[in-house]
């Protein structure tokens, strides 16, 4: 199975600062058609996940342009521009590419 | 609006059997393919499975192999997993999700199973 893993774990940030976290695979994800299905979740506590951004880059619409996503291959990453109080909760990278597909460990933003 | 709502968690014993239920509105759901994912308490997201619109192609992982079982009606916007043989690390909330381009774009509030005696 195609391992993800997201770093770091826990990330305390000041309310207007940016904020990256990084995904990476254990092998490629790009799939046969050429598309990468790596998509980040956002799961605010006590609530369902929510999509943000799909194969890599591609923001979900409602959510804000603060969000982006980037990358290629095996690395991939989330940044948020400036933190805002809404955005605390857990963030999945998911990969799609190779069945099973599979889930990163979820990194936790909190507002310092 | 796209709505994805599930049903039939509660309490089971181990090696007991329980179905959940996804009634889904707002999209035509005999083209989609849908997934079901979970979520043991505290702790990260793990896929089940998924099945084809038509529900020809059904897929699941390794740890409910054997034991869980995907079905839909489409004539009735419904989605369903059938789990048998329960055990304890099974205990979870349910996510019945829609399948979108490789991804997961359509989520459910969740349905929470527990195993224990």
């Known amino acids: 199975d195609v391992v993800m893993t997201q770093s770091p774990l826990s990330l305390p940030v000041t309310l207007g600062q940016p904020a990256s976290i990084s995904c990476r695979s254990s092998q490629s994800l790009v799939h046969s058609d050429r598309n990468t299905y790596l998509t980040w979740f956002q799961q605010r506590p006590g609530q369902s996940p929510r999509r943000l951004i799909y194969k890599i880059s591609n923001r979900d619409s409602g959510v804000p342009d603060r969000f982006s996503g980037s990358g290629s291959g095996t690395d991939f990453t989330l940044k948020i521009s400036r933190v805002e109080a809404e955005d605390v909760g857990v963030y999945y990278c998911m990969q799609a590419t190779h069945w099973p597909y599979t889930f990163g460990q979820g990194t936790k933003v909190e507002i310092k | 609006e796209v709505q994805l709502v599930e049903s039939g968690g509660g309490l089971v014993q181990p090696g007991g059997s329980l179905r959940l239920s996804c009634a889904a509105s707002g999209f035509t759901f005999s083209g989609s393919w849908m997934t079901w994912v979970r979520q043991a308490p505290g702790k990260g997201l793990e896929w089940v499975g998924y099945i084809k619109p038509d529900g020809s192609e059904k897929s699941y992982v390794d740890s409910v192999k054997g034991r869980f079982t995907i079905s839909r009606d489409n004539a009735r916007d419904s989605l369903f997993l059938e789990m048998n043989s329960l055990r304890a690390e099974d205990s979870a909330v349910y996510y019945c999700?829609?399948?979108?381009?490789?991804?997961?774009?359509?989520w459910g509030q969740g349905t929470l199973v527990t195993v224990s005696s």
């Open positions: 999700a829609k399948l979108d381009w490789n991804s997961l774009n359509y």
